[in-house]
Structures are given as C-alpha cells and as structure tokens.
C-alpha cells in the first residue's frame, strides 16, 4: 500500500509556477493553481520531455517542446499527446507538501 511522503515545504511552492522533484526517482512536478497545490508526472507522454519547464495554463501544463497540454487536476492529454499524465494525490501536513505515489 503506498503511503504519503514527503515532497517539498508548502512555501517552496510559488502560485504559478513549478518545482521539480523525484521521489524513489519518479520525476514530479509540483504547483500550486488557485490556491491547491496539484502534483503530477514530470514526463511528458508525447516525447519524454520535462513538464516542468513548461508553464500553467489555467488548470493546464503546457509542454515547452511541442505544446501538449495536460490537465493537471486529471491528467488528460491534448493533441499531439494521446496519453495522459499520472496524477498524484497530496496533502498538506504542518508546512510540508506530501504525496502519494500510484499504489
């Protein structure tokens, strides 16, 4: 069963922008949008980019290589990714951000 871990300090994570972490070398990425803070895959599934060095587009990453979107609330991919992205449950504990990896 997988349980939570820790990811980052919540004020590492600047509104609109993106952190980078790995956890048990899974490569994540983390945001805040709105106020909730959302982690998901770190891998674009189009062509094996970074997301992380994309931007937010509302409630999407968009990839900085060939513009992918992924909802990062969902997962689901736009044109040209026909995959989705995994997402990651989180959660606030003190000041610290951690996340559940897939089980």
């Known amino acids: 069963m997988a349980e939570f871990v820790f990811a ?3 004020t ?23 106020g909730h803070i959302v982690a998901f895959g770190d891998v674009c599934s189009h062509d094996d ?24 609330f969902t997962g689901k991919a736009t044109f040209p990714a026909a995959h989705p992205i995994p997402i990651y449950e989180t959660k606030i504990v003190g000041e610290n951000v951690e996340v559940k990896l897939a089980e």
């Open 49 to 72: 980019g970074t997301l992380a060095e994309g931007e937010i587009d509302g409630d999407c990453i968009v990839c900085p290589r060939h513009g992918a979107r992924f909802n990062v």
């Open 12 to 34: 590492d994570i600047v509104d609109g922008q993106i952190l980078a972490i790995s956890i048990d070398e899974t490569p994540i990425a983390l945001a805040r949008i709105d």
């Open 8 to 10: 980052s300090k919540v």
